[in-house]
């Protein structure tokens, strides 16, 4: 059961564009929604400049909170469930993670970038790092210039899910069905298959021709068998969530770049996009490297992210 959604706020309005489907969500679930400012100290951001004062300071806490307070009166007088707001010291990322965590937060909701008066550029590098690092599901609104309508609440009803056929994966599944059955959406699982290309090309013009038949029928056979086993992968996994009641679709692509496919799909219907980040680092980042980075940083659709348990 869902019980506690928390959003990250930067000060700025690019980073309020998380509030209209934190409210959605917080309406359909019937869950607390908690309001977070990271508190960065003026004598570490300008340390090297020698100009900490602590008066200056605490000028910044007050405006902080005042932001802080206003933000919590306009979503409380909209949502009748509680609505709560923290400013807490530290590294962003962290205190995040650390609030994220004490507060049982099932959800974190913010936008991938922003720029606060408040502060520095900070919420990109931040979303990517927590995009590794959260052991709860995490919810990537991309912002626009323009400040957010906190009247219109987004109903995200056409969930896309790209599937590689492992149990990692798969792990995507839950926290997907969770957030589109508040939504009575529907859902397409997509696979992604690399083509298979010929190993070589004979140079000859006359053995090209004598030979280029049986490579393109190999080649089909080839693509056919995998789009066999990615078809029965697919609709077993379908008719699963089928079986609980739930609307699902499935599509097979065939694609270099699977980050391309995945963006290149979503399309309407689709209005969300949800994908397993199997969460490791440096060289190992497996799907977030290769894919799903992409799919974050190139859809314009809010992305829910996961890190799967190894």
Not at 36 to 55: C, G, R, S
Not at 128 to 149: K, T
Not at 199 to 218: K, L, N, Q, T, Y
């Amino acid at each position: 059961m869902i019980r506690s959604i928390l959003v990250p706020l930067d000060g700025s309005t690019f980073g309020e564009h998380a509030l209209p489907l934190a409210m959605s969500m917080a309406r359909r679930l019937e869950a607390s929604l908690n309001l977070i400012h990271v508190h960065t100290l003026l004598e570490a951001t300008y340390a090297e400049l020698q100009v900490f004062d602590n008066t200056l300071d605490q000028e910044l806490r007050s405006k902080e909170r005042a932001y802080l307070q206003a933000v919590q009166k306009k979503v409380q007088d909209r949502l009748s469930v509680p609505v709560t707001i923290r400013n807490v010291d530290g590294d962003i990322a962290t205190v995040i993670r650390e609030q994220a965590e004490s507060q049982r937060a099932d959800w974190v909701v913010m936008t991938t970038h922003a720029r606060g008066p408040f502060g520095r550029f900070w919420l990109g590098s931040v979303a990517d790092e927590l995009v590794r690092s959260l052991p709860m599901s995490l919810i990537l609104v991309h912002p626009e210039a323009h400040a957010p309508d906190l009247t219109v609440e987004p109903v995200p009803k056409h969930l896309l899910i790209p599937l590689d056929g492992t149990p990692l994966a798969e792990q995507i599944l839950e926290p997907a069905v969770t957030f589109g059955r508040a939504m009575q959406a529907d859902y397409t699982l997509l696979r992604a298959l690399t083509p298979v290309y010929p190993a070589m090309v004979p140079a000859e013009p006359a053995i090209f021709g004598s030979v280029a038949g049986d490579i393109m029928e190999r080649v089909e056979r080839a693509h056919a068998e995998l789009k066999k086993e990615a078809d029965t992968y697919l609709n077993k996994t379908a008719d699963r969530l089928r079986g609980e009641q739930l609307n699902v679709q499935t599509r097979i692509v065939f694609e270099d770049q699977p980050g391309v496919a995945i963006l290149d799909a979503a399309r309407a219907p689709i209005d969300m996009i949800a994908i397993e980040t199997h969460g490791r680092g440096g060289l190992s980042r497996l799907l977030l490297g290769s894919v799903a980075d992409k799919v974050i940083r190139g859809s314009k659709l809010p992305v829910l992210v996961h890190k799967p348990t190894l």
